[in-house]
């Protein structure tokens, strides 16, 4: 794909024959080649996933005079990657203009990005802010509609099953007849998902089921701040001949995932004071959505 944007040449005419007049900086200095990995603003970033379409403009300079072949930009796109330092389902990135001292026209020396959790997030300061360059190297996140408020511009990232949440880590342990993937926040076990056989499916299901499991203040060995009442709520309808159960005890919920009558696919058992009803069904739905798709596939 097109790395490298050439700088666009000014028709031929004026009164030095090459577009130019003898007041333009341009009939002097040009204008700079481009890297189209090095956005400027929120529809270059969009180009930047695929440069097929980028256009020169909205980019900044290239730095290694066209050899994208061992240029550090383009290696770090393929080695390094940014990560999002939220445990939430979409995030604001503010754009924050960064002006050189003394500076009176011109656009700004730099820019600072600062992920949010929303347009009402103020102490998103102490977090560490990116680049551009930082922004194209999130994996896992879809780039959402651009945002423009009182404060100034940013845009939205939108969460996928392709990344983790974070702060949870998960773990798998491997028998003859069954796996187990246990699920952690704060070294805490808050989830163990239970299957038997090895696993056929994709790590989509458990970044699935750590999108909805609590945070830091709701992993603990504390009962579940649920009833059996609560259960018809939180259970999922049924895909097919794939049901889901929910059973709520005192110091867990187990959801059970059953093909046809007896059948079990999965079960899923959820402990700490973090679990709500949203976050159970959300854990159960993400469990039948996944079971189903793969059971399609075969």
């Known amino acids: 794909m097109p790395i490298y944007l050439r700088a666009p040449e000014a028709p031929a005419g004026g009164p030095d024959g090459k577009g130019w007049n003898r007041l333009s900086l341009n009939a002097h200095g040009g204008f700079p080649a481009q890297c189209a990995l090095r956005p ?48 939430a389902p979409r995030v604001l990135v503010r754009c924050e203009p960064v002006f050189a001292p003394g500076t009176l026209f011109g656009g700004p020396d730099t ?43 940013g845009f939205w990232l939108e969460r996928t099953t392709r990344v983790l949440a974070w702060g949870v880590d998960t773990g798998t342990k491997t028998w003859p007849s069954f796996t187990r993937h246990a699920f952690r926040v704060n070294r805490t076990r808050v989830a163990l998902l239970h299957h038997h056989g090895g696993c056929t499916h994709g790590e989509e299901l458990l970044n699935a089921i750590s999108h909805a499991c609590p ?11 649920l009833r059996w009442p609560q259960a018809p709520e939180m259970t999922p309808q049924p895909a097919g001949s794939l049901r889901i159960g929910v059973d709520v005890q005192r ?48």
């Open 251 to 298: 110091m867990s919920v187990r959801i059970v995932a059953v093909e046809g009558l007896h059948d079990e696919r999965a079960r899923l058992t959820l402990t700490g004071s973090g679990w709500t009803a949203d976050r159970v069904r959300a854990a159960g739905e993400a469990l039948r959505t996944h079971l189903a798709s793969h059971k399609e596939r075969s």
């Open 40 to 87: 400027r603003r929120w529809g270059a970033l969009l180009e930047s996933q695929d440069t097929r379409r980028a256009r020169w403009g909205g980019f900044g300079p290239c730095i290694n005079r066209g050899h994208c072949d061992g240029c550090p930009v383009r290696t770090a796109l393929h080695e390094q990657r940014t990560d999002v330092p939220v445990n």
């Open 215 to 225: 945070g830091p203040d709701g992993a603990d060995e504390q009962p579940v701040p």
């Open 111 to 153: 820019w600072r990005l600062w992920v949010t959790t929303g347009p009402d997030d103020r102490d998103y300061r102490n977090r560490q802010p990116w680049t551009w360059e930082d922004a194209t190297r999130v994996r896992g996140w879809d780039l959402g509609r651009p945002h423009l408020d009182e404060h100034g511009e």
